[in-house]
């Protein structure tokens, strides 16, 4: 069976302090791969989605930034860390080609930034 | 512009009583819409699918219905239990590609005693 892990689950950063989120699904290959910010209160926003290793397409322009060095490793980054940047981060995946698919979703992880 | 509205935005309900969650969508050309459940401080996890051909789907004590025609969703919650407090949210998808979801911003379902 597929998993989805995702961590660390809680953090509080200072403002201008680096950021590393990671997520890796196991049980599936070449998975679309997706990062989602949700404020408090707010929907779910696309920050990053990848089809394929080294493939990162951005959604909102922003401070951070993702890589995917491996086909079922997702990393969210950032070098310096805003007030605005705090929220609950969500990582997913979704069987490759399959565009009415599921997503499923990791645990979250929540940011504080102070 | 595609977009998805949901409706209410909040609801408090008495525990065994039942529920209504609302989602009007603009997204074209459709493909099918889910409804997720989403925990507090969890990821969401999909309850139903629903496809342009279907109206109606149960999953146990959910029901969500599909009126392509108005663009229109509901969900059904029956005899609401005390877990069923959670956020509901809708997402609907374009025909193709990889970034061709849409959602939106849920309902916040609390069940009291």
């Known amino acids: 069976s597929q998993t989805i892990h995702q961590w660390p689950a809680t953090l509080v950063q200072p403002v201008g302090s680096p950021l590393s989120l990671e997520c890796t699904v196991e049980?599936?290959?070449?998975?679309?791969l997706y990062w989602y910010r949700q404020a408090a209160g707010r929907g779910l926003q696309l920050l990053f989605y990848s089809v394929g290793i080294g493939q990162i397409s951005s959604e909102v322009p922003q401070n951070l930034s993702a890589s995917r060095p491996q086909d079922r490793q997702f990393i969210l980054s950032s070098k310096k860390l805003l007030l605005s940047d705090s929220g609950f981060y969500l990582c997913?995946?979704?069987?490759?080609?399959?565009?009415?698919?599921?997503?499923?979703f990791g645990e979250g992880s929540r940011l504080t930034v102070l | 512009k595609n977009q998805v509205e949901q409706s209410p935005q909040s609801l408090i309900i008495l525990e065994g009583k039942n529920c209504t969650l609302q989602c009007n969508y603009t997204v074209s050309p459709f493909s099918n819409l889910r409804w997720y459940k989403q925990d507090t401080g969890r990821g969401p996890v999909s309850l139903t699918i629903?496809?342009?051909?279907?109206n109606t789907k149960s999953n146990g004590r959910y029901t969500a219905t599909l009126d392509a025609d108005t663009k229109q969703s509901s969900l059904h919650i029956t005899a609401s239990q005390l877990s069923d407090s959670a956020s509901y949210i809708c997402?609907?998808?374009?025909?193709?590609?990889?970034?061709?979801?849409?959602f939106g911003t849920g309902t916040r379902l609390t069940v009291i005693p």
């Open positions: 049980g599936t290959s070449n998975p679309n």
């Open positions: 629903m496809t342009f051909s279907e």
């Open positions: 997402v609907v998808s374009y025909q193709t590609g990889a970034n061709n979801l849409f």
């Open positions: 997913a995946w979704r069987k490759e080609g399959v565009d009415t698919g599921e997503l499923f």
